[in-house]
């Protein structure tokens, strides 16, 4: 009965404190804390806020289906399943939308979601296995479709910030953040080719990511997300985004097979540290040349091994520095001067081999798609 008496007699005692600290204007035990005062938001959060609900409304998520058939017996019967989902932008306010190959290859159909919840059924424009890209195309009223701004690759620095929105494991409308962790980059597409000049970053991409665009600072187009580079299946701080001089080459002819083919010399660029450490101050420093390619045709050379003694070192290709008398800097200058240019034209490219200055002819062909 003592053990009761106190334990009761602790219950009043610590009511009749509560109801003191209560009295006094402090929160009584089990009461909600008082809300401390925000304060303003830091001027990079509310820039990184007003870029994505800008950019939001651009990137839709894609779901495709496929028809399996089954046989059992004599009977046939035949069912749509779920096949994948990824992300996709709005290219233009004719209802285009841009994403990854890989994530409608195999589709029967394909939905698109936008970002206020509205569902389009989506046909297929075009597609091209070898640079990872799709073109889609929606009926959806004109104030619904909101196109991202363009902006280039070619400029891009190590250390810039970016912003990757998409749907990673179906989640939709998710902004990720990171930065340019390196340029130049080389993988290889669903298509089993090389993709050049690919953007890496940190910014967390995961599979749904695929297709959603990548973004600067001033909310513009840079990439396409397009892969990750993990054990896991997860991001692990690598992904990689096709570059958007790219996408904007492409993408075009696809919407509008009959407009002009672009034409390719059938060259890599070398990674801008290979092009620093030769101390090259103009044109562009080649890595590989494309077996088959008029580059080969015309003789001209990529990087190589070089034996000397035991060991192997890597010689520096040829240094592309104009065609047909205009410079050639960068790849975004490659492309202004062959946007003049037909399948089949004849022109003198001039480039540099171990210092000296040299020229050859070289016959263009069409950039092949699927």
Same mark, same amino acid.
């Given at each position: 009965?003592?053990?009761?008496? !106190? ?7 610590? *009511? ?8 006094? %204007? ?17 001027? +990079? ?8 609900? &800008? ?8 779901? *495709? ?19 994948? @989902?990824?992300? =996709? ?16 290859? =195999? ?8 970002? +206020? ?10 597609? &091209? ?37 998409? @749907?990673?494991? %179906? ?25 050049? /000049? ?49 996408? @904007? ?6 919407? +509008? ?8 010399? /059938? ?6 540290? +290979?092009?620093? !450490?030769?101390? #090259? *101050?103009? /044109? ?24 000397? %003694? ?9 240094? #592309? ?20 240019? &037909? ?28």
């Amino acid at each position: 009965m003592q053990v009761v008496r !106190s334990f009761v007699l602790s219950i009043a005692l610590l *009511t009749c404190t509560a109801g003191v600290r209560a009295q006094d %204007g402090a929160p009584a035990p089990g009461e909600p804390r008082e809300i401390s005062p925000r304060g303003a938001l830091l001027a +990079d959060e509310q820039h990184t806020i007003d870029l994505f609900r &800008e950019a939001a409304p651009s990137v839709v998520f894609i779901s *495709t289906k496929a028809i399996v058939e089954r046989r059992t017996g004599l009977w046939r019967s035949r069912r749509e399943v779920v096949e994948g @989902n990824g992300s =996709g932008f709005f290219w233009d306010a004719s209802g285009h939308v841009v994403t990854n190959f890989h994530v409608i290859r =195999g589709a029967d159909s394909a939905e698109v979601v936008l970002a +206020d919840g509205s569902i389009f059924q989506a046909v297929l424009v075009g597609y &091209e296995p070898e640079h990872d890209l799709a073109v889609l195309k929606i009926d959806a009223p004109e104030q619904m479709l909101r196109p991202v701004p363009v902006g280039s690759s070619d400029d891009l620095v190590v250390g810039q910030r970016v912003y990757a929105i998409g @749907n990673p494991f %179906g989640l939709d409308q998710t902004l990720t953040t990171g930065v340019v962790s390196a340029l130049d980059r080389t993988i290889m597409s669903v298509g089993g080719k090389e993709i050049a /000049g690919v953007v890496q970053t940190d910014a967390a991409i995961n599979p749904g990511n695929s297709g959603g665009p990548l973004l600067d600072s001033a909310g513009r187009l840079i990439g396409v997300n397009t892969a990750i580079r993990t054990l896991s299946g997860g991001s692990a701080g690598i992904g990689f985004a096709v570059p958007v001089d790219t996408v @904007n080459d492409i993408v075009p002819q696809l919407i +509008d097979p009959t407009s002009r083919p672009g034409v390719a010399l /059938g060259i890599i660029r070398a990674n801008s540290g +290979d092009e620093r !450490s030769l101390g #090259l *101050t103009r /044109g562009m420093l080649i890595e590989r040349v494309l077996p088959g390619s008029p580059a080969e045709a015309a003789g001209l050379r990529g990087a190589s091994q070089v034996r000397r %003694g035991n060991r192997l070192y890597k010689a520096p290709g040829d240094v #592309l520095t104009e065609i047909d008398g205009e410079s050639v800097n960068s790849i975004l200058d490659l492309r202004a001067v062959l946007r003049g240019y &037909e399948p089949g034209d004849t022109v003198l490219v001039t480039f540099e081999r171990s210092g000296e200055s040299q020229q050859a002819e070289l016959t263009l062909r069409a950039i092949e798609l699927e």
